[in-house]
């Protein structure tokens, strides 16, 4: 369960069996972040690790902070991981989805802090090629399963929210469209991810 | 608590993606306490953050950080959960009385003229986050807003042309829309108000108190 990808036997395989494989991953994750609350069991913490630590890292990046910081709040986000694991419920969240929202509430302390003191400094440019990052990530990287299904538009403003922490009228000056176009694509795209998941349970 | 009036799905998404402000986080927050409904949403919300967790091209971590946090496990303190304080009224949700204490009576209220009082949160950051306490026939002048604009009742009632908001009710605005709540009962309303832009006030009336709410 410590590889990221499925195995090229399992690409050929029918949609089903990845969805089922990626059901059981998701759900071996869930397992193990479980049973640390009662094992404080330090090779499942580091298996957690080194699975979820590159990728909180890779979020926070997105989300706007410098890469060193980044690594800094990724440990921070893993420690609180350590520090809460009895406060986790696998029947409300599913493994990634809690750590998302440890890393995420993370990256609010810590921008809060940053624009707390930002505050007095005049309007900076908005730095050129960082203005569309957005668009060229979404355009090629492909988000999978329900999101991936989603009219880009609507999975582009997921996107800036999720991964680059941007509010909904910055979303709305980066595209150039109207604040209110931005939230009907975000309740299309909700919508739609609700339908899929479900509300009740996470699997 | 019978809510009526919920959170647009576009606010609950950037909530769960920590994009609101301060202020709109807490007097989401607020709501969350008091709404099953609101809080089933955020947990799909959070499912996209998770889902775009496992998808996200890693970003390798510097040699040694894995010993790193594994020297520190043995000496952080477990969490321990918060013991919610009960409020005293039973009015004030507990992340907003985490802030202001329990009793909205005793807050130190700054007379605005009009029959309505305010109470700034002094959160900081953009927008604003206040309570208002308007009373009974009062409207407050019509105005529309640059963003957004959330209120919680927390007190009393009032109308305007969306519809009735009671207590536990949320008003999510954005705008488009130009509105004027009144206070249709004869009790007081305390609604907290959260607000990422100024708002702007139309009419006669409107440009006047303009400079003296400061909203």
């Known amino acids: 369960m410590s590889q990221d990808k499925p195995k090229g036997a399992d690409v050929n395989a029918a949609a089903v069996l990845l969805e089922d494989k990626k059901k059981q991953i998701r759900d071996e994750w869930s397992a193990v972040l479980s049973s640390l609350a009662e094992s404080r069991d330090k090779i499942a913490f580091s298996r957690l690790y080194e699975y979820f630590a590159p990728r909180v890292k890779a979020y926070i990046i997105r989300f706007g902070m410098s890469p060193a ?6 440990q921070e986000s893993m420690l609180a991981v350590w520090r809460k694991a009895h406060l986790y419920n696998r029947s409300k969240a599913s493994a990634s989805t809690w750590i998302f929202t440890l890393a995420r509430n993370q990256c609010i302390d810590r921008l809060r802090r940053e624009k707390a003191v930002e505050y007095e400094l005049p309007e900076e440019e908005a730095d050129p090629d960082q203005r569309h990052y957005g668009e060229h990530a979404v355009v090629a990287k492909r988000m999978e399963d329900a999101i991936a299904q989603l009219p880009e538009a609507q999975a582009q403003v997921l996107y800036l929210s999720y991964y680059e922490g941007k509010s909904h009228s910055e979303i709305a000056e980066q595209l150039g469209i109207p604040l209110g176009s931005v939230k009907s694509r975000l309740r299309l795209a909700f919508s739609k991810l609700k339908a899929h998941w479900g509300e009740d349970s996470e699997n | 608590m019978k809510i009526s009036h919920h959170f647009d799905d576009a606010t609950l998404v950037a909530y769960s993606s920590g994009t609101l402000t301060k202020g709109m986080a807490l007097l989401v927050e607020s709501h969350l306490e008091m709404c099953k409904q609101c809080t089933e949403h955020v947990h799909t919300s959070n499912r996209i953050g998770g889902d775009l967790l ?11 950080s894995l010993d790193q946090v594994l020297g520190m496990l ?7 959960p918060v013991e919610n304080e009960v409020s005293a009224s039973g009015e004030v949700p507990q992340s907003l009385a985490a802030i202001i204490g329990c009793d909205l009576d005793k807050l130190d209220w700054k007379s605005m003229g009009l029959g309505v009082q305010q109470f700034d949160l002094k959160l900081g950051g953009s927008g604003a986050t206040r309570l208002l306490r308007i009373q009974p026939g009062v409207s407050v002048p019509h105005h529309t807003h640059s963003g957004n604009e959330l209120t919680l009742i927390l007190r009393g009632s009032y109308s305007d042309e969306i519809g009735r908001f009671q207590v536990g009710d949320v008003a999510d605005l954005d ?10 009962t004869r009790e007081e309303c305390i609604c907290l108000i959260a607000t990422d832009a100024p708002l702007k006030f139309s009419g006669l009336m409107g440009k006047l108190v303009q400079p003296f709410i400061g909203l």
């Open chain 2, 54 to 64: 496992t998808k996200i091209a890693p970003v390798a971590m510097q040699r040694g």
């Open chain 2, 175 to 184: 705008d488009q829309l130009e509105h004027q709540p009144i206070v249709d």
């Open chain 1, 69 to 74: 910081s980044a690594e800094e709040l990724t």
């Open chain 2, 74 to 80: 043995d000496s952080v303190d477990m969490e321990v």
